[in-house]
């Protein structure tokens, strides 16, 4: 059976390495010259930024992706663990790192934070593993047709409510830990999920988990080198990828099924089914502007958007500088209201700065850096005229680098804004997609199928299971399995990676 995967993001690659692998002849399009969807890499005045994603956790899921095309991790994608995994710098001065393992995370909380808080960091870490355990199974590496499937686990759900997973996150924290640091420093996740700690899930602590605890690792060569070798495997193992080249509409047939795409060139190419990893309000506005999206598309509750400023400077950071380096503000709840209740930029911004030449120096020039800066806005429902605020927010990055002991000559750059994300095709200016809240989580997420159009799937941010490096993994590995429950014959193939788990959907 023919299938085309639409986007070289890490979704699409995964979706291809997963379908190639089962016996499906798989043809990926592309409309950039290059793997990496939204991450593509950007060469500058000797200085190369990656501009996707820049903190790489849980790598077996592409382990997984990797072996299903026939390649091995090991081979692949050789990486190394971060450790620290991050540097936390807090508004007093002081800093806690975030260390690789229990016994040196307990003992760094011991020498900051008190004993208390390092004593309750042991039982946090098997409450966060008990966490993972009940919903990466049941509730994140899952189709959902409906609600009604979350009844199909009751004791897991059961053990989620057990668990406090429906709880919120801040409060939960904050009964763990007496240090305010600490607080921050296990809750800032839930930004990645576009909620504040404060209204976010408990649940969403398995990211927590997946960075603060299973460790941040770095791709050798970078974070480009995760699409490239996802790419790499898929084409080894049959498929046949198109880079340079747009789909303009899908070709459905009598009964409205996908029979194919059309290319910008006017090639169609057959399709027995369609992975569209394209954001989802674009992907109905190109591909599908025949059909109403479901209301959760048009007027859902989309995240917070970031400014990244990605810079290549003469000079090198202050000893102590990590791979990693997130700075708090110090009105913690006031930043949050500021960005999601009144959607205003933060009066007091917290902030991730990556500086990927301390662990690869030939990223830039002999004596200089390559720094991501990242501080979350607004998205374009927001008040910020990002026309106006480029500039000031260009210089309040600059100020604030400075202020760190970055590197501040800046040689070459590049200034994402919320306008530059709605140009590359994401929804309201933000690369983060649908808020995590409870009616977009799960179930309740826009699914991966729309049934109006049979054998067309979605991957990707958008749907499930969600935002981030490892979701979108996991994404594409469920689009693999949609399109097998609707191409019956393949998924339990001999050696296929459908049979090994007994063509479980």
């Not at 576009?194 to 974070?223: F, H, K, N, Q, R």
């Not at 949050?336 to 030939?362: K, Y």
């Not at 929804?427 to 049934?451: I, V, Y």
């Not at 935002?467 to 393949?490: C, E, H, N, Q, T």
């Amino acid at each position: 059976m023919s299938v085309v995967v639409i986007g070289a993001g890490l979704s699409g690659l995964a979706a291809a390495c997963h379908l190639v692998g089962r016996g499906h002849d798989v043809t990926l399009v592309e409309r950039h010259d290059a793997p990496g969807g939204r991450g593509l890499r950007l060469r500058r005045d000797g200085f190369t930024f990656d501009t996707g994603p820049t903190v790489m956790t849980m790598p077996d899921l592409v382990g997984e992706a990797l072996s299903a095309a026939g390649t091995s991790l090991h081979d692949a994608l050789p990486m190394r663990l971060l450790d620290p995994a991050y540097r936390a710098r807090f508004d007093d001065g002081s800093q806690i790192m975030v260390r690789h393992g229990v016994e040196a995370m307990r003992q760094e909380i011991a020498d900051t934070c008190g004993s208390v808080d390092a004593a309750a960091f042991v039982d946090f870490v098997d409450w966060l593993r008990r966490l993972y355990r009940v919903e990466m199974p049941h509730f994140i590496d899952a189709n959902f047709d409906s609600p009604l499937d979350l009844a199909r686990s009751p004791r897991a759900a059961a053990r989620l409510v057990r668990l406090g997973g429906f709880r919120r996150l801040g409060p939960v924290i904050r009964e763990w830990f007496r240090d305010e640091r600490l607080h921050r420093l296990f809750s800032f996740q839930a930004l990645y999920a576009g909620l504040s700690p404060e209204s976010a899930l408990a649940l969403y602590a398995v990211i927590t988990y997946m960075d603060s605890i299973e460790g941040v690792w770095w791709p050798e060569g970078g974070m480009d080198a995760v699409p490239a070798a996802l790419a790499t495997a898929a084409a080894k193992a049959g498929a046949d990828l198109r880079f340079g080249e747009t789909v303009t509409r899908l070709v459905l047939d009598r009964r409205g099924a996908v029979a194919g795409v059309e290319l910008e060139s006017g090639e169609r190419l057959r399709a027995d089914a369609v992975v569209c990893t394209l954001d989802l309000p674009t992907a109905y506005e190109h591909l599908l502007p025949q059909l109403t999206s479901p209301r959760v598309v048009r007027s859902g509750t989309y995240s917070p958007s970031a400014v990244v400023w990605h810079v290549g400077a003469t000079g090198t950071p202050e000893p102590g500088t990590s791979h990693h380096n997130i700075h708090f503000g110090s009105d913690w709840d006031g930043a949050f209201r500021a960005l999601i209740d009144d959607r205003r930029l933060m009066p007091d911004p917290s902030r991730l700065v990556t500086v990927p030449t301390l662990s690869d120096p030939t990223l830039a020039p002999a004596g200089s850096s390559v720094l991501y800066v990242l501080e979350p806005v607004p998205n374009l429902d927001g008040r910020v005229d990002w026309e106006r605020e480029r500039g000031p927010m260009r210089e309040r990055l600059h100020a604030f680098l400075g202020a760190n002991g970055y590197p501040t000559d800046v040689v070459a750059e590049e200034l994402v804004t919320p306008l530059e994300w709605e140009r590359l095709g994401m929804h309201r200016g933000t690369p983060f997609a649908l808020a995590h809240t409870f009616r977009q989580t799960g179930p309740f997420r826009p699914g991966n199928l729309d049934r109006r159009v049979p054998g067309l799937v979605f991957a990707g941010s958008g749907t499930v299971p969600g935002v981030g490096v490892p979701m979108v993994l996991v994404s594409g590995k469920l689009a693999a399995d949609r399109v097998d429950a609707y191409l019956p014959g393949r998924a339990g193939a001999p050696g296929s990676a459908g049979a090994a788990r007994g063509g479980r959907r």
